[in-house]
Every structure is written in C-alpha cells, then in structure tokens.
C-alpha cells in the first residue's frame, strides 16, 4: 500500500475531554507515524478556509465557531494508507452512527462536538497539510520498527 500523509486534527471538544492522550496513542499504536504536530487557536478565516466545502450548507456558522472555540491540536500523521486508515480510525462523522471501537463511537455523541477531524482523500489532505504546516515544518525521519510494519 502507497505510503501517504494526512491531517488530523483534535478539535477543541476533544482537548477539553483530556482524550489527546488516547487520540495519539491510537494512531501510535496502529503503526502510524507523527511527521509534525501543533497546538494552535485557529484565526477565523484559517477555519473558513480549512471547511471551505461547506461554505453553503447550514451548519457552517455553527462549523466555524466551534472549530475556534479553544485551541485544537494540529498534526501529520504518515504510514502505508494513512487517509483512509485514520478515517476508518475516526468513525462515522454523526458520533450517534459510529461504530464502538472508533474513535467518534468511544467518544463523542453529537455530530456538532465530534472530537476529530481527519483528511477524507489524498488531494484534501495535501491541501489541508498545507493550510497548517509549512514544508520545513513537516519532519521525515525513520522509526526503527518501520520494517515490521510494511
Ligand atoms: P468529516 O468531519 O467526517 O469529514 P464533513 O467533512 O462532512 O465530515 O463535515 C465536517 C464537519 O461538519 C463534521 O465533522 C461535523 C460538521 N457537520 C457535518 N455534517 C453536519 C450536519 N448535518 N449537521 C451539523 N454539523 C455537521
Ligand atoms: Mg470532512
């Protein structure tokens, strides 16, 4: 399987339930590798932006006031199938429909405070990267068990 990045991103809902330690350890322990991380407050129009596809759709106010609300914590995460690993990861987007085992089914209730985001396709998550992280923000280096996983 191609080796991609995608971002991830722990929404303010999520750091006021403390489950950043239990988002990154998933991904730690599925094999995934953190390639860079930020906590930041997102400026209003980085949130346009970033949910700029649902610009039309009702929710987006709500989207956008929610999202900066309090800091979120911004990362890459890489591996072989990256985008749609951490989909699958993260769960349906209504938490009510989430499969158990998900993070969204362990963790969340209400589709407007779903603790996590995450890429939903190649072409978004390079988009989305770059929204958050310059080049020389993003750190390639090679983890020791790298062999074992692919
Ligand atoms: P996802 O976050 O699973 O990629 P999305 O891109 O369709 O889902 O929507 C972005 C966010 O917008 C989602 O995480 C929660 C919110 N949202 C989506 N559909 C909604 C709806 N019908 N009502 C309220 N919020 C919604
Ligand atoms: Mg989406």
Sequence with gaps: MEVQRTYVMVKPDGIQRRALGDVIGRFERRGLKLIAARLLRIPAALAQRHYSEHKERPFFGDLVEYITSG?????VWEGPGAVSVARAMMGATDPQKATPGTIRGDLALDIGHNIIHGSDSPESAAREISLFFSPAELCDYPLVEE???S
């Design 147 to 149: 062999g074992w996983l």
């Design 71 to 75: 800091p979120v914590l911004a990362m």
